[in-house]
């Protein structure tokens, strides 16, 4: 199957389960997001983040690209900061200047 890594057993780990509570992550305001298939996603070294299937990073080729491609800047939306959702089959980028609002909405 995959060789056994770091990032293989990370994401292994992610599963449906019927036990725990369904969210809702809302951005009211964003200044860009990505949803990329798992299967295609580079781990590598030079990110630097915090968390595990949701992270906040401090280091991203992601926040490189919104540097580089757009106009956003510190003064202008304002600070932002990078968040990655590890979903089971999908990793979802987004760059916000405010955090996001985590709801509960299905408790079991």
């Known amino acids: ?35 990329l298939n798992e299967s295609y996603v580079v781990q590598e070294r030079y990110e630097k983040y915090k968390g595990t299937f949701f992270r906040l990073y401090k280091k991203s080729r992601y926040l490189d690209y919104i540097s580089l491609g757009t106009i956003a800047t510190s003064d202008y939306p304002g600070p932002f900061k990078h968040y990655g959702i590890c979903a089971l089959d999908h990793i979802i980028d987004v760059v916000s200047v405010e955090e996001p609002i ?7």
């Open 1 to 35: 199957m995959f060789p056994k890594t770091r990032e293989n057993v990370l994401f292994s780990q992610i599963y449906k389960d019927d036990q725990k509570p369904v969210v809702k992550i809302t951005f009211d305001f964003y200044i860009a997001y990505s949803v």
């Open 102 to 108: 985590i709801e509960v909405i299905q408790n079991t």
